[in-house]
């Protein structure tokens, strides 16, 4: 069983910065993809960004030029370094894992929070 550990998020006002952290742990802990989630309030979970095992990244385009989605695969650690944050940017971030057994796993959430 992998398990997610996000942490890094917090309060942060606008045009400013910070990074993400997550951690995969377990017991033979395979992971393909990673990425990053968001969940507003009354809004559907979106991709932010995903990063394969090989390293290809993918960015939604409201932060593409902005964040930056980086691997560690010795560490099965994913970052997510947010800059020039707007009060839109305001969310639960999760972390994902696409596992190479095919299962998929989440982490509980971290909040950012923008002020304007």
């Known amino acids: 069983q992998v398990q997610l550990v996000e942490s890094g998020g917090g309060l942060v006002q606008a045009g400013g910065s910070l990074r993400l952290s997550c951690v995969a742990s377990?017991?033979?802990?395979?992971?393909?993809?990673m990425g990053w989630f968001r969940q507003a309030p009354g809004k559907q979970r979106e991709l932010v960004a995903s990063?394969?095992?090989?390293?290809?990244?993918n960015y939604a385009g409201s932060v593409r030029g902005r964040f930056i989605i980086s691997r560690d695969i010795n560490k099965n650690t994913v970052y997510l370094q947010m800059n020039s944050l707007k009060p839109e940017d305001t969310a639960l971030y999760y972390c994902?894992?696409?596992?190479?057994?095919?299962?998929?796993?989440w982490g509980q959430g971290t909040q950012v929070t923008v002020s304007s």
């Open positions: 994902n894992a696409d596992l190479w057994t095919g299962h998929t796993a």
């Open positions: 377990g017991s033979g802990v395979s992971v393909n993809t």
């Open positions: 990063i394969t095992f090989g390293g290809t990244t």
